[in-house]
């Protein structure tokens, strides 16, 4: 295979984010009176990335006088956008300027573009140059600059919390203070997607065995992909949320990103409780921004 | 003062009087909407050992509901079956791993879902309230029925044992298992996980955590509908149909579930007809509900009752 040097890399994201550049935002903030209450505000947003695609997000504005932190969450990789991700206290909105953003293809972003899920991983694999991940990457770039445009937020917390996309947002455009990264989809890509039968990696599998041909076309590609080239942009404090022990994306398996990070790293492995694991991450950014009362604005049946 | 366990938690769910004339009636509306199921193979999804189809059939309202279907390549000649259903966000998976496991596996994406949102689609959030006022048009009438009438979709296939159909799911897909196994009597095993959709009035007090928030947030905006949400959530409340439930049925829930409070797992538990009913609870264990250890649990009650063998632990 000839893989692309990293000079082709770097060269393929500088290309992919000067042409960002060219779209300004223009956003679009409408009130949301549904789901806003007396702590929070919530607005629906509008605003171009890369194409030009509009795109949607979801900016939640404590109630007071802030600044305050931020947490933005990237792209996931489901079609459905969550205005806090499922399970989260909606109080976290009384204390963090909260933005989510959904990519092109995701509910409220799909048109004209509606993006399948499995399907979105392998969508134009074959090339560098058309991978729809190069737009969800710019998409997940421009949210940041957005959200770092509001008067509300505290540009000395702000959070990037989500999958890969979250690193990569991190390392593309400066302002993430904190990343919160659950690997899932671009680390060693193309060398653990054979180990496993599991979705989503296992989309790479079916595309590969139904198109041998473009093999080496797809693991050209993941190459501009790879976690770990974008690691050492990121100096940002970083909780790295690795797999459970033993399972493909432990913390002995993503010890080469966590070495790679610029910024301090904490690898927390998954205890196989979303209520562990959640409450290790809500904690922890919590005390990154200098939250005290954390208890406070936990789940209910998270609290002591 | 010390938080009160949630096995010890009554519930204020409580079951109207036509409750069960109003789904006599939604079903006998369903029965005269032909199938016309359509399955297209998908050569894309397909593996040596698994083969892969796309579904999609005809639900209440006309509505053509999507579903992935899985099979095992190398099979006995009339296979059990397991239906999988989706929790309230989630894509609806491939249900290869079941395949694996032996069975005929149907994972049903009900209107609203992504490929089957041509016709109906209010959006995630906003599915929980579209139509809530109303019990005839509440967006759960149709919803529940597209995931029974996945049971109709199995039910045809010739290479299917229609005297061995499970059905599980985690979440939504939990409560889903719950309604499903209560209105089809052809169910001879559940499994429900984490189970949604009971005990609503109960969580939006419990919990303050999308997405029963998402009631709290229209009762919020619109607080003189409250007695019609109440009243239309009664008719869809999964407490209300288990006791319908006949066939052997485990149920697993999180004591720390942030999402579908515990209280109403207790409850619903009670409430379930089966004589052959599990509950199992996990201790430090959120909205996952014990996945990680209970899965060899699932497996070992499906073969038991579908395949007819003991699994070894």
Redesign the interface.
Same mark, same amino acid.
């Given at each position: 295979m000839i893989e692309p040097t990293p000079a082709a890399v770097r060269e393929y994201w500088q290309e992919t984010l000067g042409a960002l550049a060219h779209y300004p935002a223009r956003p679009e903030i409408e009130l949301l009176p549904l789901r806003s209450t007396t702590f929070a505000t919530l607005f629906g947003v509008r605003l171009t990335s890369l194409g030009p695609y509009r795109l949607f997000g979801y900016l939640s504005i404590p109630t007071g006088a802030g600044p305050f932190p931020a947490i933005y969450y990237p792209p996931k990789y489901q079609s459905v956008l969550e205005i806090i991700p499922q399970g989260t206290a909606n109080l976290q909105r009384s204390r963090y300027v909260t933005f989510a953003l959904a990519g092109r293809g995701q509910r409220n972003a799909d048109t004209p573009y509606a993006a399948m899920f499995p399907g979105l991983l392998t969508e134009g694999i074959d090339r560098a140059a058309s991978y729809v991940f190069r737009g969800i990457v710019a998409d997940s770039v421009r949210g940041l600059e957005f959200l770092l445009t509001r008067a509300e937020v505290d540009p000395a917390r702000v959070v990037v919390a989500g999958n890969d996309l979250a690193l990569i947002a991190a390392a593309s455009t400066a302002g993430a203070t904190h990343v919160v990264t659950t690997p899932a989809l671009f680390y060693k890509t193309a060398e653990l997607a054979p180990k496993t039968q599991a979705y989503p990696l296992e989309e790479i599998n079916d595309y590969v065995r139904t198109y041998p041909a473009r093999a080496e076309a797809v693991r050209r590609t993941l190459a501009h992909y790879d976690l770990v080239s974008f690691a050492p942009r990121v100096a940002a404090a970083t909780l790295l949320m690795a797999g459970a022990p033993g399972t493909l994306l432990d913390g002995a398996a993503l010890q080469p990103l966590a070495a790679a990070l610029r910024g301090p790293v904490t690898v927390y492995e998954s205890r196989q409780s979303l209520y562990k694991d959640g409450l290790y991450a809500e904690q922890w950014m919590a005390a990154q921004c200098d939250i005290a009362d954390v208890e406070s604005i936990l789940p209910e049946h998270w609290r002591g | 003062m010390p938080k009160a366990p949630a096995e010890t938690y009554q519930s204020t769910v409580r079951k109207p009087d036509d409750f069960h004339a109003f789904w006599e009636a939604v079903l006998r509306e369903a029965a005269a909407v032909p199938l016309e199921p359509e399955v297209i193979p998908d &050569?894309?999804?397909t593996?040596e050992d698994v083969e892969v189809f796309q579904v999609f059939y005809t639900s209440l309202d006309q509505v053509r509901v999507a579903a992935w279907y899985c099979r095992p390549v190398h099979r006995v000649e009339r296979t059990p079956a397991v239906m999988v259903l989706p929790g309230?966000?989630?894509?609806p998976?491939?249900p290869?791993?079941w395949a694996?496991k032996g069975y005929a596996a149907l994972s049903v994406a009900p209107r609203g879902k992504?490929?089957s949102n041509r016709q109906f689609n209010p959006?995630? &959030?906003n599915l929980l309230t579209y139509n809530i006022v109303d019990r005839h048009t509440y967006a759960y009438r149709g919803f529940y029925v597209d995931t029974w009438r996945g049971i109709d979709f199995l039910l045809a296939r010739p290479e299917v044992d229609p005297a061995r159909l499970g059905v599980t799911g985690s979440s939504q897909g939990g409560g889903l298992t719950i309604t499903t196994a209560a209105m089809r009597s052809e169910v001879r095993a559940a499994s429900a996980g984490a189970p949604y959709l009971c005990g609503f009035a109960d969580a939006v007090e419990?919990?303050?955590?999308? &997405?029963y928030?998402e009631i709290n947030?229209?009762l919020?905006?619109h607080p003189e509908r409250r007695a019609e949400v109440e009243e239309t959530l009664a008719y869809f409340d999964g407490v209300n149909f288990a006791d319908r439930i006949s066939c052997p049925i485990i149920v697993n829930i999180?004591?720390?579930?942030?999402?579908c &409070?515990?209280e109403t797992g207790y409850a619903l538990f009670e409430r379930i007809g089966s004589a052959d009913k599990h509950l199992y609870p996990y201790d430090?264990?959120?909205?996952?509900a014990?996945?990680?250890?209970h899965t060899a649990v699932v497996d070992r009650f499906f073969a038991r009752h579908l395949l007819g063998r003991e699994v070894s632990q």
């Open positions: - | &050569p894309l999804r593996s309230y966000q989630m894509d998976p491939i290869k791993e694996r992504l490929r959006g995630y &959030p419990l919990t303050h955590t999308y &997405p928030e947030d229209y919020r905006l999180g004591l720390q579930d942030n999402v &409070p515990p430090g264990h959120g909205h996952d014990g996945r990680a250890r």
